[in-house]
């Protein structure tokens, strides 16, 4: 958790319980006590809020580019075809692949790093229940299992995403200590839930600007409908409307000050 948060809830709670002692405003102090915890939670839970670890959700450019990431493979059967589909579409893409089936599939990794896109990593086991409450020896094992295996494989790592962009209290110590940075995402494809790639790409489609990051998946968790036929869609639209999918590597971890200014991200000038 990043200081400022910390300091900003026990203000909260001390100002709460003055309240609630001096009696006039029980009410109000009791809300605002509880109120400071959901405070921390929403951090914790919402995966574009910086309160947890800096988080990317957008890179700099006034150019019509995107990033686009996809996320829970590699997966033997739709990999392949999306490296294909990137070829076609002249696009790169980053891969935030999860350690236990990459580990079953390096060649998949080599094959996705020898064709110009980047690996990301996204834990060793995606524990989408569980990563919120991981205590930092968990945390740790997650990152550091899933860094070595893909470091081992040839992947020069900068990117983690937590599974379903949930954080947790010991992962800012940990991405530092590993050298990564949080990435997240302007646009949610939906491909998890939809039922068609028309509204997947419709989904896309109706929030595109430049220096978006568009979150995608492959792998058997996707209905047959959905797999690889939306990254297809998706691609085919962005480049009707001179969209090219770029990897911003630098661009990506700099954020705009209300002055215009470029600054890192997790400095305090903003
Ligand atoms: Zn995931």
New binding site residues.
């Given amino acids: 958790m990043k200081p400022w948060l910390l300091i900003q809830t026990l203000a909260i709670k001390i100002l709460a319980i003055c309240l609630i002692l001096e009696g006039t405003f029980t009410i109000t102090g009791w809300l605002l006590f509880f109120g400071a915890g959901g405070f921390v939670v929403l951090h914790l839970l919402h995966p574009r809020l910086q309160g947890l670890c800096d988080v990317t959700s957008r890179f700099i450019t006034d150019a019509p580019e995107v990033w686009l990431t996809i ?2 493979g590699p997966s033997p059967e739709d990999t392949p075809q999306i490296l294909d589909l990137l070829d076609k579409y002249n696009a790169k893409a980053t891969f ?1 692949v ?1 350690g236990e089936p990459a580990e079953s599939h390096p060649e998949l990794i080599r094959q996705v790093l020898a064709r110009g896109h980047e690996i990301g990593t ?1 834990t060793y086991t ?1 524990p ?1 229940a569980s990563f919120w409450f991981a205590g930092a020896s968990r945390t740790q094992s997650e990152v550091e299992k899933c860094h070595k295996l893909l470091q081992g494989l040839g992947a020069n790592l900068r990117w983690f ?1 937590a ?2 962009g949930i954080k947790n209290f010991w992962l800012r110590r940990t991405l530092r200590e590993h050298g990564l940075h949080c990435v997240s995402w302007s646009i949610r494809s939906g491909d998890s839930f939809s039922r068609s790639p028309e509204s997947v790409t419709s989904r896309i489609l109706s929030k595109l600007r430049p220096g978006a990051i568009l979150l995608l ?1 492959e792998g058997s968790s996707l209905t047959e409908s959905i797999r690889v036929h939306a990254i297809a869609q998706v691609l085919q639209a962005l480049q009707e409307r001179g969209y090219r999918c770029v990897l911003p590597g630098e661009r990506a971890v700099n954020r705009l000050s209300t002055n215009g200014l470029r600054i890192r991200a997790g400095s305090n000038q903003a």
């Fill in positions: 996320d829970d935030f999860v996204h995606h989408v995403r599974p379903v998946h």
